[in-house]
């Protein structure tokens, strides 16, 4: 079963198809056999084990294809790993040689423009590897942009979007973690802690993720803040491309490709 639609394979030509659009759409396939899964329900810390495996395994292939692509090219490619993410895929994007990972880091855009940067986020419903209290979140965003000689210039670029940015919009949760009133009824999860650094320190511009239903931009006094959204799941990635002027921000475009 994928996206809710259940489909019966017959040989191994078509595991292999339907293992690749599975791969397609951001998620993990592993081809066995009913031993195995026997064995996988029957040993503790197996599934765990076989998710990490292929979690290695896609990032370094992630990491290949984008070498490949980048080379020669003169494109910088800065990652943070998001609050999904588990510790074990840094080093795999350490070991690349154009994509670089700037978790806790100010980067140098150019002369004019830092990017200060975290891909952590306040608490979710799935306790997820990167996630803290905004209290916590808090502290973390402050050292980081303690590091930015030029805050009015800056770029924030923080997983989590602002709370009650409306970039944050997300279905509301039933105690089983299932959508309520058919995914209808939207409330904000942001994080408190972006918020308060975005209007304390009022930067040029704020670079969000996190929310996948909270494509949009928003205003908050001087600063333009941003999330592409994500639909991922369907294959579809979207970005944002703007253009950085001295003090200002010029054109953007949300993408979908």
Same mark, same amino acid.
């Given at each position: 079963?994928?996206?809710?639609?259940?489909?019966?394979?017959?040989?191994?030509?078509?595991?292999?198809?339907?293992?690749?659009?599975?791969?397609?759409?951001?998620?993990?396939?592993?081809?066995?056999?009913?031993?195995?899964?026997?064995?996988?329900?029957?040993?503790?810390?197996?599934?765990?084990?076989?998710?990490?495996?292929?979690?290695?395994?896609?990032?370094?292939?992630?990491?290949?294809?984008?070498?490949?692509?980048?080379?020669?090219?003169?494109?910088? /490619?800065?990652? /943070?790993?998001?609050?999904?993410?588990?510790?074990?895929?840094?080093?795999?994007?350490?070991?690349?040689?154009?994509?670089?990972?700037?978790?806790?880091?100010?980067?140098?855009?150019?002369?004019?423009?830092?990017?200060?940067?975290? =891909?952590?986020?306040?608490?979710?419903?799935?306790?997820?590897?990167?996630?803290?209290?905004?209290?916590?979140?808090?502290?973390?965003?402050?050292?980081?942009? =303690?590091?930015?000689?030029?805050?009015?210039?800056?770029?924030?670029?923080?997983?989590?979007?602002?709370?009650?940015?409306?970039?944050?919009?997300?279905?509301?949760?039933?105690?089983?973690?299932?959508?309520?009133?058919?995914?209808?009824?939207?409330?904000?999860?942001?994080?408190?802690?972006?918020?308060?650094?975005?209007?304390?320190?009022?930067?040029?511009? =704020?670079?969000?993720?996190?929310?996948?239903?909270?494509?949009?931009?928003?205003?908050?006094?001087?600063?333009? /803040?941003?999330?592409?959204?994500?639909?991922?799941?369907?294959?579809?990635?979207?970005?944002?491309?703007?253009?950085?002027?001295?003090?200002?921000?010029?054109?953007?475009?949300?993408?979908? =490709?």
């Amino acid at each position: 079963t994928l996206l809710e639609q259940e489909t019966i394979l017959e040989g191994r030509e078509e595991a292999d198809k339907m293992a690749a659009t599975i791969q397609n759409r951001g998620y993990y396939p592993y081809i066995t056999d009913p031993d195995d899964v026997a064995q996988i329900s029957s040993t503790p810390g197996r599934t765990d084990e076989l998710f990490l495996n292929q979690a290695l395994t896609t990032m370094q292939r992630w990491m290949d294809y984008a070498d490949s692509k980048l080379e020669g090219s003169g494109v910088r /490619c800065y990652v /943070c790993p998001g609050n999904d993410d588990v510790f074990e895929i840094d080093p795999v994007i350490a070991a690349s040689k154009h994509v670089r990972t700037v978790e806790g880091q100010v980067t140098e855009l150019d002369s004019q423009h830092e990017m200060a940067s975290s =891909g952590w986020s306040n608490p979710t419903p799935w306790n997820t590897h990167r996630e803290e209290p905004d209290e916590a979140l808090h502290e973390r965003l402050e050292a980081v942009i =303690g590091k930015v000689r030029n805050i009015p210039n800056a770029i924030f670029n923080f997983h989590a979007p602002p709370f009650g940015s409306g970039l944050d919009e997300a279905p509301e949760l039933t105690k089983d973690l299932r959508p309520a009133y058919a995914g209808r009824s939207l409330v904000p999860v942001g994080s408190k802690a972006v918020l308060a650094a975005v209007e304390k320190y009022k930067p040029l511009m =704020g670079l969000h993720g996190h929310i996948h239903e909270g494509k949009g931009s928003r205003k908050f006094g001087r600063t333009l /803040c941003i999330n592409p959204g994500s639909m991922y799941e369907q294959g579809i990635l979207h970005g944002v491309w703007a253009d950085l002027k001295e003090k200002s921000i010029g054109n953007y475009v949300l993408t979908t =490709g």
